[in-house]
């Protein structure tokens, strides 16, 4: 029987020959994230985050698909994996936006990352992904940009395995407003929301500093880290 093969799957098999290339999502062979990883990333619902001091919406659960693309963009500095990223947080922004009206221009601000983490990454991912996603939201007409108004004043300890209330204390008067105040609404942005602490501390720094922030949108969340005592 003649097995038809088609050029695409003959090229993902050359590439997987030659650099190993596989999805990030699932480790399929192929030089992109394969259809499967798409739809299912099509498929995750917008949530939005109770229990902060501002409206928050993010674009899926962390878990699955969502989690091994962030966790590969991340771990493998690969830039390839930003847009479709972004694509989710521009989707949750959108939807931010429709909640809460607010004034424009919209300014995306994102959460600093920490710079020897960026020299050694060589990739500011929050930063990307915001800047990806305000391009993205400007071609469907949206008056939307990104600003830097948030800066790290020290630098924190390690979130992971710190537990809820020292996440809080950990962050406590981390970061530091910077620029003046423009007339429109700030939407902090960040890739995944674990406790709230790291979004708490930015609306924290931003209101000091003046900003009138209407909300907050990020990639992914995990619900169970606010309740399950980490
Ligand atoms: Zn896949």
Redesign the pocket.
């Known amino acids: 029987m003649l097995r038809v093969v088609t050029m695409d799957r003959l090229m993902d098999a050359a590439a997987e020959l030659l650099v190993g290339a596989c999805?990030?999502?699932?480790?399929?062979p192929?030089r992109d994230?394969?259809r499967?990883?798409r739809q299912a990333l099509q498929r995750e619902l917008l949530h939005s985050v109770p229990g902060l001091a501002a409206p928050v919406v993010v674009s899926a659960h962390y878990r699955g698909?969502v989690r091994s693309l962030v966790l590969a963009a991340k771990e493998r500095n690969d830039l390839m994996l930003v847009p479709v990223l972004a694509e989710r947080l521009a989707l949750a922004v959108a939807a931010l936006v429709d909640i809460v009206e607010p004034a424009t221009p919209l300014w995306l601000v994102p959460i600093p990352s920490n710079p020897a983490t960026v020299v050694q990454r060589g990739l500011d991912f929050t930063g990307s992904l915001a800047a990806t996603a305000a391009r993205q939201l400007r071609a469907q007409g949206r008056q939307v940009a990104v600003i830097r108004a948030l800066r790290q004043r020290r630098r924190p300890a390690d979130q992971s395995g710190l537990g809820v209330s020292d996440r809080f204390a950990n962050l406590r008067n981390a970061y530091q407003g910077r620029g003046r105040p423009r007339s429109g609404s700030v939407i902090i942005i960040d890739d995944v929301v674990t406790t709230g602490a790291t979004l708490s501390e930015a609306l924290r720094a931003l209101a000091v500093s003046g900003h009138r922030v209407m909300g907050a949108a990020a990639v992914a969340w995990t619900p169970r880290s606010r309740t399950g005592g980490r």
């Not at 999805?23 to 399929?28: K, L």
């Open positions: 999805c990030a999502g699932c480790g399929a192929g994230i394969c499967e990883c698909v």
